[in-house]
T-cell receptor, first 110, second 107 residues
Framework: NAGVTQTPKFQVLKTGQSMTLQCAQDMNHNSMYWYRQDPGMGLRLIYYSASEGTTDKGEVPNGYNVSRLNKREFSLRLESAAPSQTSVYFC?????????FGQGTRLTVV | KNEVEQSPQNLTAQEGEFITINCSYSVGISALHWLQQHPGGGIVSLFMLSSGKKKHGRLIATINIQEKHSSLHITASHPRDSAVYICAVLYTDKLIFGTGTRLQVFP
């Protein structure tokens, strides 16, 4: 099935633990994005990748790292999770016409 | 300052009403997207605009590049249209979102 696959759907971490959110798209899109969504704030851009091999910071990059492993995959890593990173995370990819989104990851840091 | 502003933040309508959601932006863009986020959280792309107007079923989206403004219209609204509608702009390879408009349509 064409689309954006994002894993996991849910995760609970303890403060200081690390984890990687995975995102893959099979539509041959150049541009991929990671967002976080917090109540009342809309989606905020964490990092983006305009093409394979390039990544750039968005509005809220602190505490995160990304890897554009190949054209299909764009992962988001939390090296040392903090309660402030409790949020819903979305991966997206963009063609010339439409944006496609993963199902979201609900992350809770305790 | 947000690059993308939407209004209203919340909107309540009776079934059958004509609905307008507005989006203003402050940067030079290459495209504007309208998206829908369902109560379950999934996000679906509705339109991509770079100029003019697009229509899909009961949804109509317009953009005025000179005025940096776009509108999403829903004709003959229905309770199943209840969702959050989000405007996003593409500039310098970044896709930046507005905070969304929560629409509730009552029977």
């Amino acid at each position: 099935n064409a689309g954006v696959t994002q894993t996991p759907k849910f995760q609970v971490l303890k403060t200081g633990q690390s984890m990687t959110l995975q995102c893959a798209q099979d539509m041959n899109h150049n541009s991929m994005y990671w967002y976080r969504q917090d109540p009342g704030m809309g989606l905020r851009l964490i990092y983006y990748s305009a093409s394979e091999g390039t990544t750039d910071k968005g509005e809220v990059p602190n505490g995160y790292n990304v890897s554009r492993l190949n054209k299909r995959e764009f992962s988001l890593r939390l090296e040392s999770a903090a309660p402030s990173q409790t949020s819903v995370y979305f991966c997206a990819s963009l063609s010339g016409a439409l944006a496609f989104f993963g199902q979201g990851t609900r992350l809770t840091v305790v | 300052k947000n690059e993308v502003e939407q209004s209203p933040q919340n909107l309540t309508a009776q079934e059958g009403e004509f609905i307008t959601i507005n989006c203003s932006y402050s940067v030079g863009i290459s495209a504007l997207h309208w998206l829908q986020q369902h109560p379950g959280g999934g996000i679906v792309s509705l339109f991509m605009l770079s100029s003019g107007k697009k229509k899909h079923g009961r949804l109509i989206a317009t953009i005025n590049i000179q005025e940096k403004h776009s509108s999403l219209h829903i004709t003959a609204s229905h309770p199943r249209d209840s969702a959050v509608y989000i405007c996003a702009v593409l500039y310098t390879d970044k896709l930046i979102f507005g905070t969304g408009t929560r629409l509730q349509v009552f029977p």
